[in-house]
C-alpha cells in the first residue's frame, strides 16, 4: 500500500505560480511512477502530468505542456508539480497518483491521494 497527501493548494490571480506537493508513505517511493490528474466542477478527472520512477522522463498534457512541470525527490518521498503562469482554467482539485509504470489514464494508477484545491481568479 502506498499512502498520498497533497498540499500546497489555493487561491491565486492569473499569472501567479503555485506549487503542489505529494508526500507519500508507505511502500518504496522511489519504486513508484508518479503522476498528477485534475478535476475541474462538472468535468471528468483529467491528465496533468507524469513522471517516471527515475524522474527521468516526463509527459504532460498540451494544456499545461511549458507551464507545469513534475518533479521528484526520492530522498524525501515527494512528488511536486511547479504550475506557473496559472490561468483560470486551471481551476480544479488536483490529485496524485502512483503506479508501478507510468501512464496517461486514470485506471492505470493503483494509489491516489485525497486532493488538493487550486482557484485561479481572472
Known amino acids: 500500500q502506498v499512502q498520498l497527501v497533497e498540499s500546497g493548494g489555493g487561491l491565486v490571480q492569473a499569472g501567479d505560480s503555485l506549487r503542489l506537493s505529494c508526500a507519500a508513505s508507505g511502500r518504496p517511493f522511489s519504486s513508484f511512477a508518479m503522476g498528477w490528474f485534475r478535476q475541474a466542477p462538472g468535468k471528468e478527472r483529467e491528465f496533468v502530468a507524469a513522471l517516471s520512477w527515475s524522474g527521468g522522463s516526463t509527459y504532460y498534457s498540451d494544456s499545461v505542456k511549458g507551464r507545469f512541470t513534475i518533479s521528484r525527490d526520492n530522498a524525501k518521498n515527494t512528488v511536486y508539480l511547479q504550475m506557473n503562469s496559472l490561468k483560470p482554467e486551471d481551476t480544479a482539485v488536483y490529485y496524485c497518483?502512483?503506479?508501478?509504470?507510468?501512464?496517461?489514464?486514470?485506471?492505470?494508477?493503483?494509489?491516489w491521494g485525497q486532493g488538493t484545491q487550486v482557484t485561479v481568479s481572472s
Open positions: 497518483a502512483a503506479d508501478i509504470e507510468v501512464g496517461y489514464r486514470l485506471d492505470e494508477y493503483d494509489y
